[in-house]
Each structure stands twice: as structure tokens, then as C-alpha cells.
């Protein structure tokens, strides 16, 4: 079964850092495109950040850029997001999600995994 | 950047009846469009792609339309496990948006 499973969230104080990884099965990982998607309480998805196959080409919505940093282990089928200097704003459930076709970047997302909460106090 | 927009908001639709969602995107994004559902608590599915493709496993009811900036997401005869909220995406150009997402209600 294709699968993504997240982990690492939780509760940090502002200014905090926190790494959320998503581990991989099912599928060969180290062929596609990986994302994080966010969703803050009651409110819609927002892209957060991507990286290609193997893991060279990193992106990140402005929002994020300088702050976070997205990584990937193909031999462990992990993708991972830190996040420093974390903002109130950036209290949301963090997705994980496959691109939809393998080796390019389409930017559709065709798995997800089912999320982890992670909370910014300030 | 590109800014997708969803409308309605909300949409009451009896059960069997037909749902008829849009999304406009703020320039042209061809037909680099996505459709996803979230029920609560859950996180999304992927219905469509390509404006018009259906994913795996999505059951025919559920048809995409449109090109350029203006899409529909039309569901036929709504079953019980259809009524969620639903985001349009563009993947056109990066970075990729999502429409702030149409839920469909029980009337």
C-alpha cells in the first residue's frame, strides 16, 4: 500500500524550532518530487515547500523562505521539514504529499499523508 | 502570483441532486488544474487533474471542466460520502495556490 506517514509536531513556543519528518512506503521515493502542504484551523491548504528526486533542488513559498528547510534520505524513504524561528502564524497541520508523476515536478498531488499538528504559542 | 478563486462558499445540496462548483484563476493557467476533497479530520484526495482527468479510483459522478481561468467541478447524483469541502489548485506555474475551497452541505 502507498503510504506517508508524518511525525514530529507538536507544541513549541515562538521563535522555537521543530522537525517534521514523513516516512515513505509503497512506492519508489527516491523517483519523485516531494511536498509539504499546510492547513491552519479552519482554514485552506497552502504549499509550503518542494524538492526534486534526489534531493539537489529545494523550493519554498516566501512565507517560509529563510526559515525552513526541506531535506529528504532516499535510503531511509524520509522527507523531513525543519522549521526555525517559528511564528504564530505558522501554528497548521503539515501535510505531506507525492507528486502526481514520477522524476519531474508537476506540482499535483496525488498522496498525502494524514498530517501533524503543530502549534506555535506566543 | 497566480490567486485562485472558488465560488460559491458554501453550496446546499439535497442528496441526488447535482453540485456544480467553480474556480476562477486570476490569468491563465491552461489546464494545469486540480480538484481535492477533505471531509473532516482527514486529508486531501486528489479527484482530478488536468482540468478534466479523473484520479484512480474516483467514481465517474465526479466530472472536471474548463480551460484558461475558468473551471467547474460538477458532481452528479451526490451520495452521502460526497458532501466535504473541495479546493481547486493550479499547477500551471510555481508556485503552486489552492482556491480557499467550496463546501458542499446537506440541505
Known amino acids: 500500500e502507498v503510504q506517508l506517514v508524518e511525525s514530529g509536531g507538536g507544541l513549541v513556543q515562538s521563535g522555537g524550532s521543530l522537525r517534521l519528518s514523513c516516512a515513505a512506503s509503497?512506492?519508489?521515493?527516491?523517483?519523485?518530487?516531494m511536498h509539504w502542504v499546510r492547513q491552519a484551523p479552519g482554514k485552506g491548504l497552502v504549499w509550503v515547500s518542494r524538492i526534486n528526486s534526489d534531493g539537489s533542488n529545494p523550493n519554498y513559498a516566501d512565507s517560509v523562505k529563510g526559515r525552513f528547510t526541506i531535506s529528504r534520505d532516499n535510503a531511509k524513504n524520509t522527507l523531513y521539514l525543519q522549521m526555525n524561528s517559528l511564528r504564530a502564524e505558522d501554528t497548521a497541520v503539515y501535510y505531506c504529499?507525492?507528486?502526481?508523476?514520477?522524476?519531474?515536478?508537476?506540482?499535483?498531488?496525488?498522496?498525502w499523508g494524514q498530517g501533524t499538528m503543530v502549534t506555535v504559542s506566543s | 502570483e497566480i490567486v485562485m478563486t472558488q465560488s460559491p462558499a458554501t453550496l446546499s445540496v439535497s442528496p441526488g441532486e447535482t453540485a456544480t462548483l467553480s474556480c476562477r484563476a486570476s490569468?491563465?493557467?491552461?489546464?494545469?488544474l486540480a480538484w481535492y476533497q477533505q471531509k473532516p479530520g482527514q486529508a486531501p484526495r486528489l479527484l482530478i487533474y488536468?482540468?478534466?482527468t479523473r484520479a484512480t479510483g474516483i467514481p465517474a459522478r465526479f466530472s472536471g471542466s474548463g480551460s484558461g481561468t475558468e473551471f467547474t467541478l460538477t458532481i452528479s447524483s451526490l451520495q452521502s460520502e460526497d458532501f466535504a469541502i473541495y479546493y481547486c489548485?493550479?499547477?500551471?506555474?510555481?508556485?503552486?495556490?489552492f482556491g480557499q475551497g467550496t463546501k458542499v452541505e446537506i440541505k
Open positions: 489548485q493550479h499547477y500551471n506555474n510555481w508556485p503552486p495556490a
Open positions: 504529499a507525492r507528486d502526481r508523476i514520477s522524476i519531474i515536478a508537476t506540482d499535483a498531488f496525488d498522496i
Open positions: 509503497g512506492f519508489t521515493f527516491s523517483n519523485y518530487w
Open positions: 490569468q491563465s493557467v491552461s489546464s494545469n
Open positions: 488536468g482540468a478534466s
